[in-house]
């Protein structure tokens, strides 16, 4: 028997309760009727590091402490060995200054900096791949009983999504019981918040699972290996790079979990096909052209 959504813990999940996150907005439906939803909230936050600029993310506005952290650590300008000083959120400006104990090495990171295809406002640099050489991820176990715990437990869990759609989450699990849950515009952000706490709470990733309901690509998979975490999981697909570099360091990869079914397109040598498949209940398969 899986837990029921009233027994899970979690650290962190979805606050409903924060009116800032989303707005109603009145329109009419296909039947001309007057329809009054909830719609996310989307605002600039900019990042300092030491007295630097170094940029804007559109973001729904919680946890920008952890968002700045993640954002800073993920692409690489906050070091292993980084003292973080001081992390300072003015609600009023908008901006979270970072200060460390020394000075960061940034300054050629902000001189590559381009664009991602990514949703919202992803940001990655021309050095993304710093990092990756020599990896090696834990060898830590995934047993499918677990991913179908999580999946059904992570998909009744009250969140943005559920309410007002136009989101994605990301959540950091270990086995089969999820503990924080971020939220966000972009994929890229709802991990660097992730990420964020992982650094502020001294927290490793070794024994770690991250779902995301965002697809598996390139930056998602970086971002996950960067993070120490070896086991990377989603409802959506992949992309051809994304599991290439997954398979060069080695992360397990795992996406269109949905109901029985999902797909592992690298790291299979971790999963353990554990789960008696009876007592999952099963989705019908979507039909091409369906999203």
């Known amino acids: 028997m899986g837990m029921t959504n009233s027994d899970i813990q979690y650290i962190i999940a979805p606050d409903l309760r924060n009116t800032r996150l989303t707005r109603r907005v009145s329109g009419r439906d296909q039947c001309g009727e007057l329809q009054d939803i909830?719609?996310?909230e989307e605002r600039p936050l900019t990042i300092f590091l030491n007295g630097t600029e170094i940029v804007t993310a559109m973001t729904i506005g919680d946890y920008p402490e952890y968002l700045a952290l993640g954002f800073?650590?993920?692409?690489?300008?906050?070091?292993?060995?980084?003292?973080?000083?001081?992390?300072?959120?003015?609600?009023?400006?908008?901006?979270?200054?970072?200060?460390?104990?020394?000075?960061?090495?940034?300054?050629?990171?902000?001189q590559k900096k381009t664009r991602t295809s990514g949703c919202a406002v992803g940001t990655v640099f021309g050095d993304m791949m710093e990092g990756l050489d020599g990896l090696t991820l834990p060898t830590a176990p995934l047993c499918t009983s677990w991913l179908y715990t999580l999946s059904r437990e992570i998909n009744v869990t009250p969140s943005l999504y559920l309410n007002a759609g136009a989101i994605h989450g990301t959540v950091l699990c270990e086995q089969d019981k999820p503990l924080v849950y971020m939220e966000d515009v972009g994929r890229h952000n709802a991990v660097d918040k992730v990420a964020g706490w992982m650094l502020s709470n001294k927290v490793n990733g070794d024994d770690k699972i991250l779902y995301t309901t965002g697809r598996l690509t390139s930056e998602m998979v970086i971002k996950t290996a960067l993070m120490g975490i070896p086991i990377l999981v989603s409802r959506s697909g992949f992309t051809a790079w994304g599991v290439e570099i997954a398979n060069q360091v080695g992360l397990t990869l795992i996406g269109r979990l949905r109901g029985q079914r999902f797909v592992c397109l690298s790291g299979d040598d971790r999963v353990e096909y554990d789960a008696d498949l009876t007592t999952v209940r099963d989705e019908k398969p979507k039909q091409k052209g369906q999203k």
């Open 72 to 110: 800073l650590r993920n692409q690489r300008m906050l070091g292993d060995g980084e003292i973080v000083k001081s992390v300072d959120y003015d609600a009023e400006l908008e901006t979270v200054v970072v200060r460390t104990d020394g000075r960061a090495n940034y300054e050629e990171k902000l």
């Open 38 to 40: 909830a719609v996310v």
